[in-house]
């Protein structure tokens, strides 16, 4: 019989397992039975993706895994070395914390960026570090002052001078002195009669701002949105001038209740606060129920603020 082309030989509609394949190798050649280049095929869709070993590369993932028997001291060796070594978005461990507004309570602490500020303050901030947002409010809520002022801007605050220095120390407490610190600028006066950038009509506007040494700090509108909405004034923002990568890879992570870490049902969402002017009488807040909105500095509501961890 004649010699045929590849080309010219009746295709086959499927193979078996047991049909051969030929191939030319180094040692001449030779034949595989189909089972076992499915085998191959199977073993490389298994392998994990070779994606970087740095902070770019993990903020884009999303995966949500529980590192809490991994344990504070190795998760931050992983980020303090600049790898982020199977460290993604979304993943997170569990702390319990006492402080004087409540005996005892669990955070659960999420990774939501890597780097974020990556060399940013007056004295750059050149710590590989995860900024970690708690998946709810703590369980006690708070006051930005005891009336509706913000005269004294985010900086003077009752909510910055008090209520987070309390879990500030809390929360350093628990984490081994791995928590961060680093410089950031925070509004330190408004001018009642400036119009705000929030419009309606609002008046009072954060005019000036300074450097601060900052640990635990509410987030701004920016950094959750990603974008200013009821913000006075570009004051406000600072260094928190990106949106976090968690609320951009998740946005269900916007909506929290208080307390526990408990599913988020239509019956225990909050309103949580956030550290940007308004005006001259309310701050910037995340709804109950996900829209951006502002309200009065003596309200109660939740405190979920940031920090870093290295």
């Keep these: 019989m004649a010699s045929k082309k590849i080309t010219e030989l009746v295709q086959a509609a499927n193979a078996a397992n047991t049909d051969l394949f030929i191939m030319e190798t180094a040692n001449g050649t030779r034949s595989i039975p189909y089972s076992k280049i499915k085998e191959n095929e199977i073993a490389e869709a298994a392998q994990p993706h070779p994606f970087a070993n ?129 410089k950031d600028l925070l509004t330190t006066q408004i001018t009642p009669t400036t119009p705000s950038m929030a419009g309606c009509g609002y008046t009072g506007a954060s005019t000036n701002w300074a450097w601060e040494m900052i640990a635990l700090e509410l987030m701004s509108e920016i950094q959750v949105y990603g974008s200013k909405v009821w913000s006075s004034s570009g004051y406000d923002t600072g260094c928190a001038n990106r949106q976090l990568a968690l609320f951009q890879l998740d946005p269900t992570a916007l909506i929290c209740k208080s307390g526990s870490v408990d599913d988020v049902s239509a019956s225990n969402r909050v309103w949580w606060w956030l550290r940007d002017v308004a005006s001259a009488v309310s701050f910037a807040i995340v709804s109950n129920n996900g829209f951006s909105n502002c309200t009065g500095a003596s309200n109660s509501n939740g405190v979920r603020p940031l920090f870093c961890i290295g």
């Excluded at 605050?157 to 928590?179: C, D, P, R, V, W």
């Design 54 to 182: 740095n902070a770019a590369a993990h903020n884009g993932i999303f995966r949500g895994k529980n590192l809490t028997n991994l344990g504070i001291d190795e998760i931050c060796r992983r980020i303090s070395n600049g790898s982020f070594q199977d460290l993604y978005i979304g993943d997170y461990f569990d702390i319990t914390i006492s402080t004087s507004l409540t005996a005892s309570e669990n955070v659960r602490c999420i990774l939501a960026h890597f780097d974020y500020y990556w060399n940013c303050g007056d004295s750059p901030f050149r710590t590989h570090h995860a900024v970690i947002v708690p998946k709810n409010c703590f369980a006690a809520s708070a006051k930005m002052n005891d009336t509706n002022t913000t005269a004294d801007a985010y900086s003077g605050s009752n909510m910055k001078q008090t209520t987070l220095g309390i879990y500030e120390n809390a929360m350093k407490a628990k984490l081994n002195n791995h928590m961060l610190t680093h």
